[in-house]
């Protein structure tokens, strides 16, 4: 069964970097599948953010492309998410998720972590 | 790069069927049949529960069914029951290579 897990500080101040990471079991970072990221503001909606096929191949959402980076780190079987210049905006729980590999498009987010919060403050 | 729009709360009663709408542009929902959703329950992931428009992944209950007409989708709840009492999202992905969430809809059953 395919299961992920973020992880990362909870608190970041204004203008730093915001650095989480999602560790993957029951499948391999390697086998193909697109990892996204998504987002939750509090009270909010879910904003999808970007999405890793391997450390060449990578979609990051218009909005957020200036400020993000994502890699992947087979040796480790996990995948990370770096959004730099983070403002109270960008306060939200973090959601790591795969897709379903179902109608040849990685546009379905089958299986999710549980969620991190991080809030963004002095 | 907005939001699709969902209503922001549909009700009924056990039993009842509700209809839940998400209406996007002619860049994402109209433009590809690339249209999922996810029910959430409070303080939990969301869960992936239609694809492809109208299909259900396993283990979704036929009760739940999807359907487009232009730039709207929408999610059909049949036989309502207490455990559907959740916040739903519906998904498309949207030109330049991106994916967009709707703004979400509370589902309570009265």
């Known amino acids: 069964q395919v299961q992920l897990q973020e992880s990362g500080p909870g608190l970041v101040k204004p203008s730093g970097t915001l650095s989480l990471t999602c560790t993957v079991s029951?499948?391999?970072?390697?086998?193909?599948?697109?990892w996204s990221w998504i987002r939750q503001s509090p009270g909010k909606g879910l904003e999808w953010i970007g999405e890793?096929?391997?450390?060449?191949?990578?979609n990051f959402h218009p909005s957020l492309k200036s400020r993000l980076s994502m890699s992947i780190d087979k040796s480790k079987n996990l995948f990370s998410l770096r959004l730099s210049s983070v403002t109270a905006a960008d306060t939200a729980v973090y959601y790591c998720?795969?897709?379903?590999?179902?109608?040849?498009?990685?546009?379905?987010?089958?299986?999710w972590g549980p969620g991190i919060l991080a809030t963004v403050s002095s | 790069q907005s939001a699709l729009t969902q209503p922001a709360s549909v009700s009924g009663s056990p039993g009842q069927s509700i209809t839940i709408s998400c209406t996007g542009t002619?860049?994402?929902?109209?433009?590809?049949?690339?249209v999922s959703w996810y029910q959430q329950h409070a303080g939990q992931a969301p869960k992936f529960w239609i694809y492809?428009?109208?299909s259900r992944p396993s283990g979704v209950s036929s009760r739940f069914s999807g359907s487009k007409s232009g730039n709207t989708a929408s999610l059909t709840i049949s036989g309502l029951q207490p455990e559907d009492e959740a916040e739903y999202f519906c998904?498309?992905?949207?030109?330049?290579?991106?994916?967009?969430f709707g703004t979400g809809t509370k589902v309570t059953v009265l």
């Open positions: 998904s498309s992905y949207a030109a330049s290579g991106f994916y967009v």
């Open positions: 002619d860049t994402d929902i109209g433009a590809y049949d690339y």
């Open positions: 492809d428009v109208n």
């Open positions: 029951g499948d391999s970072v390697s086998s193909g599948h697109w």
């Open positions: 890793i096929l391997d450390n060449a191949n990578y």
């Open positions: 998720a795969r897709d379903s590999g179902l109608s040849g498009t990685s546009a379905y987010f089958a299986y």
